[in-house]
């Protein structure tokens, strides 16, 4: 069956520090995947998708996710964090062949000055 | 285009009574997927279409809940009766065949 995996729920860099964000996913094919961001009382933006191709993607904001087939992962990073990226994100599988999409449990940023 | 739209974007209701939510896709695209976010349970998914064609309603909680998807150009949500746990922000996203999801607003609904 299809899954999502964020490990982290909570997480605290300090501003200008690093990020990685944990996603393992499960699904028995190549997925969809992507990475949604989601500010308090406000819908789902997309920071970026990976459906084939180059597995190392760049979005906006400065994010950035590798697809790891191996590890059945797609984790996501910024090298250095901005007070304005506190919000909540979730990883996303989608079924190439169903299109079912999917999410993880979110992981909320919080950034400290 | 417009985006997903959804409506109402608040809604207060009294338990036992029918609620409906309502959301307009994004012309051209051929999936639409309905959503519930709380804050134990996360981004679930409750139901989702294709061309119109409810796919998997697996994550329809109880019989309460039922969705249609008339034509390409809406679909609703009808919770009936609504009880108090059905408290939730309801999101309605589409996507194209090799797109994102694009998402509403969403709709905040408390069952009093």
């Known amino acids: 069956a299809q899954s999502v995996t964020q490990p982290d729920i909570h997480i605290t860099v300090s501003e200008g520090a690093s990020l990685e964000l944990r996603c393992n996913y499960s699904?028995?094919?190549?997925?969809?995947l992507f990475w949604y961001v989601q500010s308090p009382g406000q819908g789902l933006q997309l920071l970026l998708k990976?459906?084939?191709?180059?597995?190392l993607v760049q979005g906006i904001k400065g994010f950035e996710a590798e697809f790891k087939r191996s590890q059945s992962s797609f984790n996501l990073r910024k090298p250095s964090v901005h007070w304005s990226d506190a919000a909540e994100y979730f990883c996303a599988v989608c079924s190439s062949n169903t299109g079912k999409l999917i999410f993880g449990q979110g992981t909320t940023l919080q950034v400290k000055p | 285009d417009a985006g997903v739209i959804q409506s109402p974007r608040h809604e207060v209701t009294e338990m036992g009574q029918e609620v409906t939510l309502r959301c307009k896709p994004i012309s051209g695209h051929d999936y639409l997927f309905w959503y519930r976010q709380t804050m134990m349970r996360g981004l679930e998914l409750l139901i989702y279409f294709n061309n119109n064609v409810p796919i998997d309603d697996s994550g329809m909680p109880e019989d309460r809940f039922s969705a249609k998807m008339p034509n390409a150009s809406f679909s609703t949500l009808k919770i009936q009766p609504s009880e108090p746990r059905d408290s939730a922000v309801y999101f309605c996203?589409?996507?194209?065949?090799?797109?994102?999801?694009?998402f509403g607003q969403g709709t905040r609904l408390t069952v009093v």
């Open positions: 990976y459906f084939s191709g180059d597995t």
């Open positions: 996203a589409s996507r194209g065949f090799s797109t994102e999801a694009f």
């Open positions: 699904y028995g094919a190549t997925p969809y």
